[in-house]
């Protein structure tokens, strides 16, 4: 689903990646690439963020060692 919205704008990476595909792949695997893509662009986001400090983890929360 994401794939074949993406690939409708023509004024974007994807769209242009859906468009040079499709002669050589077909519609359908031109989506499912653009998808892929999509998919490995929101790991690296997701990816980069690194673990949320946690209340266990805080400065305020840890004893000095003795």
Known sequence: MAGSTAARNKATYLGA???RLVPHRGAKRATVAVGHSILIAAW???????PDPSPT???KNVT???
Do not use: M, N
Request: no cysteine; proline share 12%; aromatic share 6%.
């Open 44 to 50: 690296h986001i997701l990816h980069d963020l690194g």
């Open 17 to 19: 990646q859906y468009r």
């Open 57 to 59: 983890t805080s400065a």
């Open 64 to 66: 000095p060692p003795a």
